[in-house]
């Protein structure tokens, strides 16, 4: 099944992909919301994405098409459109945590709100509360005028928990697990591709400076995309210290002390604008890693061929 990918109107400097002729089995990656903490829609914040994090990460073969989505911030809005036109009606999706700017789109998660989707939903359990008890505290009076019950989806809702998981596998996808250093704990997850050949990292949402960079690095070693919890500066990383976020230049580094191929700057601060992404959190990136890039909204990445680019001489 082809991959439907979307545009946006400024136009992408960076281009990690070509066409190519379909081999089989290929990997995808989409970002749909790149943004931390809250949406930003002002102009100057516009170029990279304003709006929080989702990706989608895609596996093709010539049988069939798997989809996994990670995070609900507002980015899910426009991801889960796109799937249901894609023709999709079964969805797994995973919480790297629960904290606002990560599930803040999941009330307008359309599959919730029609009977012919079935929906699995992977997380942890925290505070003495089951994954579903937690998900289901975001439907509720006064909060939200659809309470969960009343879900039309609801008896095709699956929860998965987490918790003492290092890894799980979804129709054939191997999805590896780490634990990253953040407030409530968040977790990391690596994607391979359905042939193994290839994989994503997802790590958003860490701060590092604990023994946890040490299993990160191992985590994400040789990965051909990590993407990676990169909202500050060194600069303005020192007003922030415990807040549980990174920077580029320690992204970088992690980058190229594991090998990986390819650097994603992930989590935009909310204060970042396009320049000062460009000029100061992606400068200090390249100044280490010269393979750094900044997550732009709407970007689609065909890892495989990607790959294939990189590995053939």
């Known amino acids: 099944m082809a991959h439907r990918s979307f545009k946006s109107k400024y136009p ?19 970002f749909w919301g790149v943004r931390g903490t809250i949406p930003t829609p002002e102009q100057n914040r516009l170029k990279y994405g304003g709006n929080t994090p989702c990706i989608e990460i895609l596996n093709i073969s010539t049988q069939k098409h798997n989809s ?18 894609r023709g999709d009606r079964v ?5 790297s945590h629960m904290h606002y700017d990560h599930i803040i ?13 079935k929906i699995h939903i992977y997380g942890q359990a925290k505070f003495s509360k089951t994954l579903k008890e937690i998900i289901q505290h975001f439907f509720i009076a006064p909060f939200f005028p ?4 009343q879900l039309p989806a609801l008896n095709n809702i699956y929860f998965h928990e987490l918790n003492g998981l290092n890894q799980i596998e979804i129709d ?28 994503v990292v997802y790590a958003t949402d860490h701060e590092h400076g604990s023994n946890l960079d040490i299993e990160l690095e191992k985590f994400i070693k040789e ?12 600069s303005n990383y020192k007003n922030h210290i415990g807040w549980g976020h990174s920077t580029a230049k320690e992204g970088a580094t992690l980058a190229k002390n594991a090998n990986v191929k390819n650097y994603i700057i992930f989590h935009h601060d909310p204060s970042s604008t396009d320049t000062f992404l460009e000029e100061k959190i992606l400068f200090e990136a390249k100044k280490i890693f010269e393979q ?14 990607l790959h294939t680019l990189l590995t053939t001489k």
């Open 68 to 85: 996994l989505i990670f995070d609900a911030g507002t980015g899910i809005i426009k991801c889960c459109e796109n799937a249901l036109l």
């Open 91 to 95: 969805f797994h999706l995973f919480f």
């Open 292 to 305: 750094s890039y900044l997550a732009t909204e709407y970007q689609s990445i065909n890892v495989s061929e």
């Open 172 to 199: 054939g996808i191997h999805v590896d697990i780490q634990a990253l250093n953040h407030p409530q704990e968040a977790l990391a997850f690596r994607v391979w591709s359905l042939d193994k050949k290839t994989s």
């Open 105 to 117: 789109g999941l009330t307008k998660f359309l599959p919730f709100f029609r009977k012919d989707c």
């Open 146 to 149: 659809v309470e969960f019950y």
């Open 223 to 234: 990965t051909d995309i990590f993407i990676y919890d990169s909202t500050f500066s060194e």
């Open 12 to 30: 992408k400097k960076t281009v990690l992909s070509t066409n190519k002729t379909f081999t089989g089995t290929e990997q995808f990656v989409t």
